[in-house]
């Protein structure tokens, strides 16, 4: 299993655009990936369990991924939080 | 009769065409229960085909008409209805509880949209309520067969009037037809007006009643400078804003070409206007308004709607942001003005018989230092990415300036011990709204780096008048030689001590006013962003010197009226105000 933790640095937190864009790149991934924030996890392949986590700006979220291809779907996934301007 | 609706101004021109109405049949349904479970699941399943497919064909057009971006809106929606697990949710519902396929979707809808309305939103978020209504919206119509209004069917000039607008119905406006836009709902910052803005369509949004006072065909006025629509007009309000819309349409290209360059009179004296801020959303459309600072940014938003006061990090990072988007410009950050009108839930402020001359603004950040210092420390972290400078609200008296200016010395001071970075020269100065201030601004003028003059409540103060009381606004007069008056004397106060001088009340922008205070000498003006290019273009026509007699006739004036026609007289561009 592989685990990373995040700080949303976006002053717009995880909004419609955003969440859309990571529930693209892990859903092209065989791995179970999920998302939690504030002791609540949803799988991060299912758009409505992330806009209504709610995650806002200076939000600490974790990432963890569980599968074949669990490696490569954590770096594609904080990639795309990287080039969205999530996180630094 | 013609009939006026007002609401707020999302995009400015004018638009004068036949209302199109934008509203869709009766979507709404009763709790059901289905005899044939299996019969449900397939038509809930063969619902999401097919709004699948209907997206993806809006998806594709609004890639022609509009581009990428509005393409990607969309995208949304498509997710939603690829969702592994909200389709496993609504089967469960429907096979564990019998609903029907209609009724599980609404179930799940309004579970989702209470849970976002729960949430600490803003106008980004919103985004995702109004995703999630036009899926279901497409689901619903497709589960009972009936047709949604259609805004690609329109075929001839139309002002569109709707409930709201959703980014999908937007992507699909033929640009050829549609001439305005009119809603029932929405803010200036929601992504309908901000994808309007990039349309430069007049759009007049949260006019509350406009669905159900426009019928479809009403030839109608859409004012999207001052956010009023109106329906059904009279061949003078024709004639008016025809008139308007012309001058408009001339104005927004000289306007354009002033954007990105210094204010500068006719005589070459040069000015900053500036934008009146109060959240982070407001930088945006200051810069896009050409603001060359910020000459008001107002804090209070920092303290609405918390349960606790902000800490001093929360505060920093916040105005850090403000000093660092614009840049090189100044960014004047007032300290918290509560009290008046403005109240706040932490606060347990006592009941006062007359709050506006009552415990507010410096009074209390003066009485309650565990409020003002972690404001101050945060304002002076901040300084060291920009140019930012300080002022303190409703400053009465030299001892009140000069306590408030000894905390920020102090803890300027700390923050050196420790180490932190602070900008060499931060400029400290004070709003002047309180007559006794402005009749004694040769006592302050030595001792701060510049005033900001706060004409709403400084006139108000004056004339005992609550502008907002309809009884007794008639007192309140921008032009009034007893405001010029104070105003002369606090310009020329400033400037015997090389200070200079901004005005950031409603004063500010009122065309009117312009004149005369530039020619008396004012050297910064702060409004709110959609005044800002009228107000500099006027600036750009004015002459100082040849205004100088005009200055002296409206000192010596006996009324606000007489003022006005001098303005007139001395200033003809100005006679149709």
Known sequence: MEKRDFTIIAETGIHARPATILVQTASKYGSDVTLSYEGKSVNLKSIMGVMSLGVGQNAEVTITANGDDEKEALDAVAETMKKEGLTD | ?577
């Not at chain 2, 209805?81 to 949710?89: A, G, S, Y």
């Not at chain 2, 899926?135 to 067969?145: F, T």
């Not at chain 2, 354009?256 to 005589?267: E, I, N």
């Not at chain 2, 940014?297 to 800490?311: A, G, I, V």
Request: hydrophobic share 40%; net charge neutral; charged share 25%.
């Open chain 2, 1 to 577: 009769m013609s009939l006026l609706l007002t609401g707020l101004a999302a995009s400015s021109g004018i638009a004068i065409a036949p209302a199109y109405l934008l509203v869709g049949s009766d979507l709404s349904i009763k709790k059901q229960h289905t005899a044939d479970k299996n019969h449900e699941v397939a038509r809930l399943r063969d619902s999401f085909t097919l709004t699948t497919k209907e997206l993806k064909r809006i998806r594709q057009r609004a890639h022609q008409n509009l581009g990428q971006q509005a393409a990607a809106v969309v995208d949304t929606q498509l997710e939603i209805l690829n969702d592994p697990v909200l389709l496993e949710n609504l089967e469960r519902l429907i096979r564990g509880n019998a609903y029907t396929a209609e009724w599980a979707a609404k179930v799940t809808t309004d579970h989702y949209l209470t849970l976002f309305e729960h949430m600490n939103d803003n106008d980004y978020l919103q985004s995702r309520a109004l995703a999630v209504q036009d899926v279901y919206k497409r689901l619903l119509s497709h589960l009972m067969g009936v047709r949604l209004p259609d805004p690609n069917s329109l075929d001839h000039r139309a002002i569109i009037v709707a409930k709201n607008v959703t980014p999908t119905d937007t992507a699909q406006f033929d640009r050829r037809y549609v001439a305005g836009l009119v809603t029932d709902y929405g803010g200036r910052t929601s992504h309908f007006s901000i994808m309007s803005k990039t349309l430069s369509l007049p759009v007049v949004v949260g006019t509350h009643n406009a669905t159900s006072q426009i019928k479809d065909g009403d030839l109608l006025i859409v004012d999207g400078i001052h956010g009023k629509v109106i329906v059904r007009p009279t061949d003078q309000q024709l004639e008016h804003y025809q008139l308007l819309a012309g001058e408009f349409a001339r104005e927004q290209q000289v306007w354009g070409a002033l954007r990105d360059q210094h204010t500068v009179s006719k005589d070459g004296r040069k000015y900053e206007v500036g934008a009146n801020v109060g959240t982070l959303n407001d930088i945006k459309y200051a810069h896009d308004n050409g603001a060359e600072g910020i000459g008001l940014l107002r804090t209070e938003f920092l303290y609405m709607d918390q349960t606790k006061l902000p800490s001093e990090d929360e505060q920093f990072h916040v105005y850090k942001k403000f000093v660092t988007a614009m840049g090189e410009q100044r960014v004047v950050a007032r300290t918290l003005d509560i009290g008046g009108d403005k109240r706040l839930g932490m606060f347990k402020l006592p009941h006062e018989d007359n709050p506006y001359l009552g415990f507010r603004a410096i009074r209390i950040g003066l009485a309650k230092p565990e409020i003002l210092r972690p404001q101050l420390r945060a304002l002076l972290r901040a300084s060291a990415y920009g140019g930012l400078a300080i002022m303190f609200p409703m400053i009465a008296t030299p001892e009140e300036f000069t306590q408030a200016r000894d905390i920020l010395d102090d803890e300027r001071r700390k923050l050196g011990r420790a180490g932190v970075a602070v900008a060499d020269s931060v400029e400290v100065g004070m709003m002047l709204e309180v007559p006794s201030a402005a009749v004694m601004a040769d006592a302050f003028a030595p001792d701060v780096d510049f005033f900001s003059i706060g004409s709403n409540d400084l006139i108000q103060y004056l004339f005992a008048a609550d502008r907002g009381n309809s009884r007794v606004a008639y007192l309140y007069q921008e032009l009034h030689p007893a405001v010029l008056r104070l105003v002369k004397r606090v310009i020329d106060a400033a400037h015997a001590e090389g200070k200079w001088v901004g005005m950031c009340g409603e004063m500010a922008g009122n065309p009117l006013a312009t004149p005369l205070l530039t020619a008396m000498g004012l050297d910064e003006f702060s409004m709110n962003s959609s005044q800002i290019l009228r107000i500099r273009s006027l600036i750009s026509h004015l002459n100082n010197r040849q205004l100088q007699p005009l200055v002296h006739r409206a000192l010596a004036a006996r009324s606000a009226r007489e003022v006005e026609m001098l303005v007139k007289e001395y200033v003809p561009i100005l006679r149709k105000e």
